[in-house]
């Protein structure tokens, strides 16, 4: 037999051609087999979205107690019964500056509140109250009437001076703290017992004071001297306030703010007085107690 020799390539085609005419074929035949498919889609429900109608809890208030019946049930029934724990006594008015002021500035608070055509800024309240409390630190003053005045005369000025100046020696407070030293290591520690500290200095500012009221003043000194018996009295009276640090704070603040200021005013008098001394230091001798106010020279 003659052998038939084929071409590769026209077989393979032949090959591809029937199997895409095979699928075909097939591919039809599935589609005029295929049973439509249908589906039932059940309706959706009509949902009701109509409200009716609300009712409220009727406001009423049964027992005429100032307390709705529906509230009733969250509020104690039993009344509450406060323990006594002494006899009740009557209100009396603060005696300290400190809760005297701060009453009064709560009532113009109020008042300023309630007075809606003059009304003032709290501001102006507080301004108000400080000029007014100002006033609590302020001193009487010594004049000539409080004082004995003599001619000016040598003797008179010798003894004067040796008056003033033995009362400067007598009455000095050696070996202390300050004055403010004290007032602020109390604070620090809250201790209020550590401002007997004070007594000393203020009661030596008191017996200068005393001295000087009771010293002959020649007249030519006599303007000075009442300087002197006035810062004298400023500063007992500063310090003396001072131990009200822990009961009335605003008595003893308003003494510790002026107090830089009197101490300044009694250093320039000393001052004064040395100088008004010195035209005349050929009347002392240096035994007398007046040179102690040599101290005082500012040289």
Partial sequence: MERVHINKKV?????????????????????????????????????????????????????????????????????????????????????TVTDQVGIQVFESLLKN??????????????????????????????TKESITTVPTEPVAIRRYANMMGQSIITNNVTGSEGELEIVYAALQTNRPEDLKKLEALALMYQKLRDDA?????????????????????AMYRNISDFGLIFDDPLVALLRIKRYQDDATALALILNAMYRNAAPFQSLFTEDDPAVVFTAFSNH
């Avoid at 809606?116 to 109250?129: E, K």
């Avoid at 009221?213 to 009295?233: C, G, M, Q, T």
């Fill in 11 to 95: 077989l393979g085609a032949t090959l591809v051609g029937g199997a895409l005419v095979c699928g075909a074929f097939a591919l039809n035949n599935l589609k005029s087999n295929q049973v439509a498919l249908t589906a039932t889609v059940a309706p959706v429900q009509q949902i009701d979205t109509t409200l009716g109608d609300r009712t409220f809890i009727a406001v009423n208030d049964t027992n005429n107690d100032g307390v709705e019946d529906w509230r009733e049930e969250f509020v104690v029934q039993a009344p509450i019964q406060l323990t006594a724990t002494g006899t009740p006594t009557a209100f009396t008015m603060p005696t």
């Fill in 113 to 142: 509140k309630a007075n809606v055509q003059f009304q003032q800024t709290n501001t102006q309240i507080v301004d108000r109250t400080t000029d007014k409390i100002s006033s609590l630190a302020k001193d009487t003053l010594y």
């Fill in 213 to 233: 009221l009771a010293a002959p003043v020649p007249e030519r000194f006599a303007e000075d001297h009442l300087n002197l018996i006035n810062a004298y009295h």
